[in-house]
């Protein structure tokens, strides 16, 4: 590797290549913050979308730019998709504007992110009452599925987040926790139900929603199927149980193997 590559595009994905004899294969779990939004808030209509197995993406991009979702351009659902990840997590419209500035290099008004906003608040607008309404009960120490008591958070998994620590923070901390602490948890889970299957590859790495796996290239197949299988095992929450599809690919190289999402 070339210790003097600084520029800030380089890729490090792939950096990632598989020895001669041997595969990556990568297992994704699809949107899973999205997902579990949407769980969390019994949003319909997002539900609904995924239910039909719609372009979740599209469908958000067509939100906020109001337009018909097959007029939708592929980077327009980009920035739908960009969006998205900061809205469930009530972002303010100066944090999504640094944001595309820093990572797009594009400046955004003020006002437009806030129509955004908006556009977005209309159509889901149970995305919005779950947080507010978590926040309530966080404050009050009212108990439920995701708070244990007052200022004391807890994950669909059990673990227990206390907030003593983020004064200045909290309304932010609160409307993300659920879902990132219910992901680091599953990703956990399904590592350590790989790990104790006998199997000819080793785990490389997990990054947020995904895990890479180096195995021998006859085995790939067959890899690809258990890292599936393991990571679409159920979440229970609010006593049903919800399985996250998981979307495994299979290459040479890990920056070969992202597609659209």
Not at 25 to 44: H, N, P, T
Request: proline fraction near 4%; hydrophobic fraction near 40%.
């Amino acid at each position: 590797h070339n210790s003097k590559m600084t520029r800030l595009e380089l890729n490090l994905r792939d950096m990632y290549i598989a020895p001669p004899g041997s595969l990556l294969v990568a297992c994704d779990a699809s949107q899973i913050e999205l997902r579990l939004s949407a769980i969390y808030s019994r949003c319909e209509r997002m539900l609904t979308a995924y239910a039909l197995g719609a372009d979740i993406h599209r469908l958000n991009a067509a939100v906020i730019f109001n337009k018909l979702p097959a007029d939708i351009t592929s980077e327009e659902r980009y920035f739908g998709k960009k969006f998205s990840y900061m809205v469930i997590y009530c972002a303010s419209a100066k944090a999504v504007q640094r944001v595309f500035l820093v990572d797009e290099q594009i400046l955004v008004p003020i006002s437009t992110i806030n129509q955004w906003i908006r556009n977005f608040n209309t159509v889901y607008p149970e995305i919005l009452q779950f947080v507010n309404e978590l926040v309530r009960c966080v404050k009050a120490g009212e108990k439920s599925e995701l708070v244990h008591s007052a200022y004391v958070l807890r994950n669909s998994f059990g673990r227990l987040r206390r907030l003593q620590d983020h004064p200045q923070h909290l309304f932010n901390v609160i409307a993300n926790s659920p879902q990132q602490s219910t992901v680091a948890d599953h990703m956990l889970q399904a590592m350590q139900r790989v790990d104790a299957r006998k199997h000819a590859g080793k785990i490389v790495l997990q990054v947020h929603d995904e895990i890479l796996m180096e195995v021998p290239a006859s085995y790939a197949q067959e890899a690809a199927i258990l890292l599936q299988e393991e990571m679409e095992k159920p979440i229970q929450i609010y006593g049903s149980l919800h399985s996250i599809p998981a979307e495994p690919t299979i290459g040479a190289s890990w920056g070969h193997m992202k597609g659209e999402k």
